[in-house]
């Protein structure tokens, strides 16, 4: 009987040592999933997205970037000011000034409206011819040098012309005149230009408009004292 008992304590020790271990393992192992379970649920829960974006005009935009962009600028500026002594910072700092400035103006340029340009002809010039005289008529005198054919349908749209001559006395006296003169039709079409200079000089006209169809012009010169007068260059220029 002696001899059985430590055997029955032995088992009645290792049975509660058992117990004890499948307890606590079960405890603590509970705890552990409790624990797991909670990051999953904190980390992996449902998270809304909105599905769209808010929409903004482009006016709101603009004004978002610039007043980001005056942020910048300030700061900028500040950094400037700290930095003064330092020559190569200031020229960086003053370039990154430059570029912001110019971002700014072409981001306010998003928000106008685009306008197109309208494309016009570009102003034609019609020689009449160069070289002529002398001629010291008192009375207007038409030229057989400075003589061409013109058809108002060539120049459509043109909104007027105006008559370009250089031309010189010989002496200075009196005064020299020079205009354009529709031979068909017996009439002048231009204003006269007038010099009383000894030197080639650049006159120019009025503008003015020729009668419709196909008319032939010459220039008529005339010199109020009869001193000579000489012609360097004539022609019309049209502008639309």
Same mark, same amino acid.
């Given at each position: 009987?002696?001899r059985i008992?430590?055997?029955?304590?032995?088992?009645?020790l290792i049975g509660t040592?058992?117990?004890y271990?499948?307890?606590?393992?079960i405890k603590?192992s509970?705890s552990?999933?409790?624990l797991?379970g909670s990051?999953v649920?904190e980390t992996?829960g449902p998270?809304?997205?909105?599905k769209?974006?808010p929409?903004a005009?482009?006016e709101?935009?603009?004004?978002v970037?610039?007043d980001?962009?005056?942020?910048?600028?300030k700061k900028?500026?500040g950094?400037s000011g700290?930095?003064?002594?330092? %020559?190569?910072?200031n /020229?960086?700092?003053n370039?990154i000034?430059a570029?912001?400035t110019?971002l $700014?103006?072409q @981001?306010a +340029?998003?928000?106008?409206?685009?306008?197109?340009?309208?494309s016009?002809?570009p102003?034609?010039?019609?020689?009449?011819?160069s070289?002529?005289g002398?001629w010291?008529?008192k009375?207007?005198?038409?030229?057989?040098?400075?003589e061409?054919?013109?058809d108002?349908?060539?120049y459509p749209g043109?909104?007027?012309?105006?008559?370009?001559?250089t031309f010189?006395?010989?002496?200075a006296?009196g005064?020299?005149s020079?205009?354009l003169?529709n031979?068909?039709d017996?009439?002048?079409?231009?204003?006269?230009l007038?010099?009383t200079s000894?030197?080639f %000089?650049?006159?120019? /006209?009025?503008s003015?408009?020729?009668?419709?169809?196909s008319?032939?012009? $010459?220039?008529q @010169?005339? +010199?109020?004292q009869?001193?000579?007068?000489y012609?360097q260059?004539?022609?019309?220029?049209?502008?639309f």
């Amino acid at each position: 009987m002696i001899r059985i008992l430590p055997a029955v304590l032995l088992i009645i020790l290792i049975g509660t040592g058992l117990i004890y271990w499948r307890f606590f393992a079960i405890k603590s192992s509970g705890s552990s999933s409790n624990l797991i379970g909670s990051k999953v649920s904190e980390t992996q829960g449902p998270v809304e997205v909105p599905k769209t974006l808010p929409n903004a005009t482009l006016e709101a935009r603009v004004k978002v970037l610039e007043d980001a962009l005056i942020e910048v600028v300030k700061k900028v500026n500040g950094l400037s000011g700290k930095d003064a002594g330092d %020559s190569s910072i200031n /020229s960086r700092l003053n370039s990154i000034e430059a570029s912001i400035t110019d971002l $700014k103006v072409q @981001v306010a +340029s998003l928000g106008q409206p685009t306008t197109t340009a309208t494309s016009s002809k570009p102003t034609v010039y019609i020689p009449l011819g160069s070289g002529g005289g002398p001629w010291g008529d008192k009375d207007w005198y038409t030229t057989a040098e400075y003589e061409i054919a013109l058809d108002t349908a060539n120049y459509p749209g043109y909104k007027g012309m105006i008559l370009e001559v250089t031309f010189r006395l010989v002496e200075a006296a009196g005064t020299g005149s020079v205009r354009l003169y529709n031979v068909t039709d017996s009439s002048a079409v231009s204003a006269q230009l007038d010099t009383t200079s000894t030197s080639f %000089s650049l006159k120019t /006209s009025s503008s003015f408009t020729l009668p419709q169809g196909s008319k032939t012009y $010459k220039l008529q @010169v005339k +010199s109020s004292q009869g001193t000579n007068l000489y012609i360097q260059f004539a022609r019309i220029k049209v502008n639309f």
